[in-house]
Every structure is written in C-alpha cells, then in structure tokens.
C-alpha cells in the first residue's frame, strides 16, 4: 500500500497506511527505506520526508534518531539543532540519545551542515562557548595574506610567526582560565547544562572519535620499531 501511494503521489494515503499499521516503527522504516532508493523527484521526496518527520515526531516515543536522519537529508541544521537542545536539557536518558545522535551526525552529515548546528548550540549554552580555529587553518590565513610579500627572509618569516603562535597561545591559554573562572560561578544546573553542551560539541567536532580512534590504533600497534627504524 505504501509503495502505490508513494507512486500515485498520495500523501494522505501514504500518512494514513503508517497511522493505521499495527508496527508503525517498522513501517516507518520501512517507508524512509524505500523514499530514500526509489523516489527520484527530489521535490516530491522532500514533502514525503517532511511527512516522515512529523510522523516520527508523533510517535508515542519519538524517534528522534530517525529524525534527524530525515533532517541530513532535508539539509535543515537548525530543527537538528533545536532537537539536540532540547534533549541536551533533559533526563539523563535523553542526554545519552542527544550524543548518540551527534556521533551519527558525525559520521553521515557534511562538515557544513554540523558547522552549523555547533554554531547554534554554542550560543545556547549558559556561557556562549568560543570557536576554537585550528592553528592549521590560522597559518593558511596567514600565507594566504602575505603571499605577495616574497621580499622577507625565511629567517625573518620564522621568527614572526614564532612570535605570533606564542602570542595566540598565552591569548589562548587566558581565554581558557576566563572560561573556567565563568564556569565555577554558574549554578548547578547551568554547569550541569554548560558541560553537556561542551561534550556534545566535541563529539560533533570528532574530537572524541578521532582521539578513540587513535587509542585503538595505539594499542593495537605490534609494529617491531627495530624493523622500521632500518627500513627507513
């Protein structure tokens, strides 16, 4: 029933088949499975993930996972983040959900789209949480300004931007002590809610896949050093 309705275009019918099926969790899988291979009208396949959302959503237990699944597609950061807040806010139950959320967002979002819904968690935290720039990107900037200036020395450019990552490094290291001092003076519940949104962030950034991935490949490493110091 599903299927004819998706290719008669009924959405009525299609909302109605889901509301009406003893298992609407796996029809609503299976519908989203069946959107996402067969339909190929992409205005047509917005307005039936749009019924899925909302769907989902009115569940007796709404599957926010399933979702924001439907939101990566929709390209829509701003309700993925309204829902990550909202769950960031609530029980422990839901704070889980709100990270597993972002570890799938990591993994199946682009990188624009999870800029954007950090941008807007920063904001809602109770001390507005800065963007770290990596130094790879600052030093990019930097040849990218100064290109032109093919006039200085190797030695002169070395000592400049030695002195510059030793200027943003102290500058960082206050903006650190800042924030933590800001951080001790919030209450409980604002602390409690400050550090969730910091964790989340850091797993929408890949701070924490990566480092995991890395204490894997770490303690997996049964490379003989001896070996690899003579093939070099």
Same mark, same amino acid.
Not at 32 to 36: E, G, L, N, P
Not at 62 to 69: A, E, L, M, N, R
Not at 174 to 177: K, R, V
């Given at each position: 029933?599903i299927?004819?309705?998706?290719?008669?275009r009924?959405i009525?019918?299609?909302e109605?088949?889901i509301?009406e099926?003893n298992?609407?969790?796996?029809? /609503?899988?299976?519908a989203?499975?069946? =959107?996402?291979q067969?339909l *190929?009208?992409?205005?047509?396949?917005t307005v039936?993930?749009? &019924?899925?959302?909302?769907?989902?959503?009115?569940?007796?237990v709404?599957?926010?996972?399933?979702?924001?699944?439907c939101?990566i597609?929709l390209?829509d950061p701003?309700?993925?983040a309204e829902?990550l807040?909202?769950?960031?806010?609530?029980?422990?139950?839901q704070?889980?959900?709100a990270y597993?959320?972002?570890?799938?967002?990591?993994?199946s979002?682009t990188q624009q789209?999870?800029?954007?819904?950090q941008?807007a968690?920063?904001?809602?935290?109770p001390?507005?949480? /800065?963007?770290d720039?990596p130094?790879a =990107?600052i030093?990019?900037e *930097?040849?990218?300004?100064?290109?032109s200036?093919s006039m200085? &020395?190797n030695?002169?450019e070395?000592?400049r931007?030695?002195?510059?990552e030793?200027?943003?490094a102290?500058d960082?290291q206050?903006?650190?002590?800042e924030h933590?001092?800001?951080v001790?003076n919030?209450?409980q519940e604002?602390?409690?809610l400050?550090?969730r949104?910091?964790?989340?962030l850091?797993?929408l950034?890949?701070e924490?896949?990566?480092?995991?991935?890395m204490?894997?490949?770490?303690k997996?490493?049964?490379?003989?050093l001896?070996?690899l110091?003579q093939?070099?």
């Open positions: 029933a299927g004819i309705a998706l290719e008669t009924r009525d019918i299609f109605k088949v509301k099926a298992h609407s969790t796996e029809m /609503l899988t299976y989203f499975k069946i =959107t996402m067969l *190929q009208n992409r205005k047509f396949r039936v993930l749009r &019924t899925l959302v909302r769907l989902y959503l009115n569940l007796q709404p599957d926010f996972i399933s979702v924001c699944q939101l597609f390209d701003d309700q993925v829902i807040q909202t769950l960031v806010r609530g029980t422990t139950d704070m889980l959900m597993q959320i972002g570890f799938d967002l990591y993994e979002a789209f999870l800029n954007k819904i941008d968690l920063r904001v809602q935290a001390i507005p949480i /800065l963007f720039k130094q =990107t030093k990019e *930097q040849q990218g300004s100064n290109g200036e200085e &020395t030695q002169d070395a000592s931007q030695s002195v510059e030793s200027t943003a102290k960082k206050s903006l650190q002590q933590k001092d800001k001790n919030l209450s604002e602390k409690q400050q550090e949104i910091e964790k989340l850091s797993i950034s890949g924490i896949t990566i480092g995991v991935h204490q894997f490949l770490i997996n490493n049964h490379a003989d001896l070996i110091k093939i070099k």
